[in-house]
C-alpha cells in the first residue's frame, strides 16, 4: 500500500497547541493550509525537544561565515500566533520526527511518522524504520515561521503547571508532596 502523505509547502499555520487543563494536557501539532486542516498528536517532551532543535538549526546557519541566509535572531512581530488551536481531531500520534534544511528554498522542513503498534498487547514502538510507514506529515517553513514556531510552542509548554521550588517536579492545584502542610 502506497505511503498517504501529508505534504505542506508552506503552510497558513503551523503551530503546537494544548487542549485540557495543566496536569491532563493533550499536545497537539495543527498544520493548516487554505481549508486543509490536520492535527497530529505528540507528547509534550517532543514539542519541547522539537522547538529546541528548530532554534539550534536557526543558530547555526546564522554562525555560518557568508551565511547567504537572512536568518531573524527572534521571532518576527508580524509572524507570532499565539490564537488557540482549531478544532482539532487527531490524524495520527507522532512517534519518530526529522529535521532537516534546504537550501535551495531556505526552508525548514519536519518529517514526522506515527507511532506504531508492535504486538497484540498494544505496546508502541518509537523505533520504527520511517521507511515503512504507512503515513508521514512532511512540513516546510521558511525561517522566520520556523522561529516564531519555537517561540510559540517553548510558551505552550511553559504554561503547564508550575515546577515545585524544592524538587524541580510540576505541582498539582491540589497541593505537592514537597510543598503540602504537615498534619
Given amino acids: 500500500m502506497p505511503t498517504l502523505v501529508h505534504d505542506f509547502d508552506w503552510p497558513d499555520r503551523f503551530v503546537v497547541g494544548t487542549i485540557g487543563v495543566p496536569g491532563a494536557r493533550t499536545f497537539y501539532l495543527q498544520v493548516r493550509a487554505g481549508a486543509q486542516l490536520i492535527s497530529f498528536v505528540l507528547e509534550k517532551q517532543?514539542?519541547?525537544?522539537?522547538?529546541?532543535?528548530?532554534?539550534?538549526?536557526?543558530?547555526?546557519?546564522?554562525?555560518?561565515?557568508g551565511n547567504p541566509y537572512s536568518v531573524p535572531t527572534s521571532t518576527p512581530i508580524e509572524l507570532v500566533d499565539n490564537e488557540?488551536?482549531?478544532?482539532?481531531?487527531?490524524?495520527?500520534?507522532?512517534?519518530?520526527?526529522?529535521?532537516?534544511?534546504?537550501?535551495?528554498?531556505?526552508?525548514?522542513i519536519l518529517e514526522a511518522y506515527p507511532v506504531t503498534i508492535v504486538d497484540a498487547e498494544d505496546e508502541f514502538?518509537?523505533?520504527?524504520?520511517?521507511?515503512?510507514?504507512?503515513?508521514?506529515?512532511?512540513?516546510?517553513?521558511?525561517?522566520?515561521?520556523?522561529?516564531?514556531?519555537?517561540?510559540?510552542?517553548?510558551?505552550?509548554?511553559?504554561?503547564?503547571?508550575?515546577?515545585?521550588?524544592?524538587?524541580?517536579?510540576?505541582?498539582?492545584?491540589?497541593g505537592h508532596v514537597c510543598t503540602l502542610p504537615e498534619v
Avoid: N, Y
Fill in 46 to 65: 517532543q514539542s519541547t525537544d522539537l522547538a529546541e532543535k528548530i532554534d539550534e538549526i536557526l543558530d547555526e546557519l546564522r554562525s555560518l561565515e
Fill in 84 to 108: 488557540p488551536l482549531e478544532p482539532a481531531h487527531e490524524q495520527f500520534r507522532i512517534g519518530i520526527m526529522s529535521l532537516g534544511w534546504d537550501p535551495t528554498s531556505a526552508q525548514i
Fill in 125 to 174: 514502538s518509537l523505533e520504527q524504520d520511517s521507511g515503512d510507514a504507512d503515513e508521514v506529515l512532511r512540513v516546510r517553513i521558511p525561517v522566520g515561521a520556523a522561529r516564531a514556531f519555537a517561540k510559540r510552542t517553548r510558551e505552550v509548554v511553559g504554561a503547564g503547571r508550575p515546577a515545585c521550588p524544592l524538587c524541580g517536579f510540576p505541582m498539582d492545584p491540589d
